[in-house]
C-alpha cells in the first residue's frame, strides 16, 4: 500500500468483519513532537492473547478467501523503518485497538493519503456501522461522526444522494480544514 488512508481502510474492514458496531479511527500529526499516530478502535468480537501475539505474521489470517493477511504486516513493517511502532489491545467480546506511530518527518514514510475518500468509502460500504473520525494536526482539528446524521435522518437511508453529498463534503472540507490551518 502507497498511503496510510489504505492501511486505515483495511484495518477498518477487518473491524467490520470482526462484527464492529463502532469504528473509531483516529489520525494525529503531532507537529511539535514530530509524530504521526494513527488508530483504529472497534467494538467487534476482538482477539484472544494468541492471535494478537500472531497477527503480525502474513501467514497468519482470519479471512477465509486466502491463506495470507500482509495488511497489518506491511504497516507494522513501515511504522518501524520510520522510527515508529505498532501496538495491538485486543480482548475476546470487547473489541480491538490497532494503534501505528511514525516519524512525522521519516523521509520514508508514506503520505497520508485521500483520509476523507477513504472514510466517505467506510460510510457508504457499511451504512449500519457508526463510524467517528478525529484527526488533528497540531491545534487544529476536526470530528465527523455517522451516528447523529443518521439519528437525525430517522428512517431515510443513509445512502440517499443528498445525504451522500453532504457527508462526502463534510469529510472533505473537514479535513482540508484542518491541513489548512496547521500550514
Given at each position: 500500500?502507497?498511503?496510510?488512508?489504505?492501511?486505515?481502510?483495511?484495518?477498518?474492514?477487518?473491524?467490520?468483519?470482526?462484527?464492529?458496531?463502532?469504528?473509531?479511527?483516529?489520525?494525529?500529526?503531532?507537529?511539535?513532537?514530530?509524530?504521526?499516530?494513527?488508530?483504529?478502535?472497534?467494538?467487534?468480537?476482538?482477539?484472544?492473547?494468541?492471535?494478537?501475539?500472531?497477527?503480525?505474521?502474513?501467514?497468519?489470517?482470519?479471512?477465509?478467501?486466502?491463506?495470507?493477511?500482509?495488511?497489518?504486516?506491511?504497516?507494522?513493517?513501515?511504522?518501524?523503518?520510520?522510527?515508529?511502532?505498532?501496538?495491538?489491545?485486543?480482548?475476546?467480546?470487547?473489541?480491538?485497538?490497532?494503534e501505528a506511530e511514525f516519524q512525522r518527518s521519516h523521509i520514508d514514510r508514506m503520505p497520508l493519503g485521500d483520509l476523507a475518500g477513504t472514510m466517505y468509502t467506510l460510510v457508504v460500504g457499511w451504512p449500519d456501522v457508526r463510524w467517528v473520525l478525529r484527526y488533528s494536526v497540531g491545534e487544529s482539528r476536526f470530528e465527523f461522526d455517522s451516528g447523529p446524521i443518521k439519528q437525525e435522518l430517522g428512517d431515510a437511508p443513509l445512502t440517499e444522494p443528498a445525504v451522500l453529498a453532504f457527508i462526502r463534503e463534510s469529510l472533505q472540507q473537514g479535513v482540508a480544514g484542518v491541513q489548512q490551518q496547521a500550514v
Open positions: 500500500m502507497r498511503e496510510l488512508a489504505l492501511h486505515i481502510l483495511d484495518i477498518a474492514e477487518n473491524s467490520v468483519s470482526a462484527q464492529a458496531r463502532r469504528v473509531e479511527i483516529g489520525v494525529e500529526e503531532d507537529l511539535r513532537r514530530d509524530r504521526l499516530r494513527l488508530w483504529v478502535k472497534d467494538d467487534g468480537r476482538g482477539m484472544d492473547e494468541e492471535m494478537v501475539a500472531r497477527v503480525t505474521d502474513p501467514f497468519v489470517t482470519s479471512r477465509t478467501t486466502r491463506k495470507v493477511g500482509l495488511g497489518i504486516p506491511l504497516l507494522k513493517a513501515a511504522a518501524e523503518s520510520c522510527g515508529g511502532h505498532l501496538r495491538i489491545l485486543s480482548a475476546v467480546g470487547h473489541g480491538t485497538c490497532l
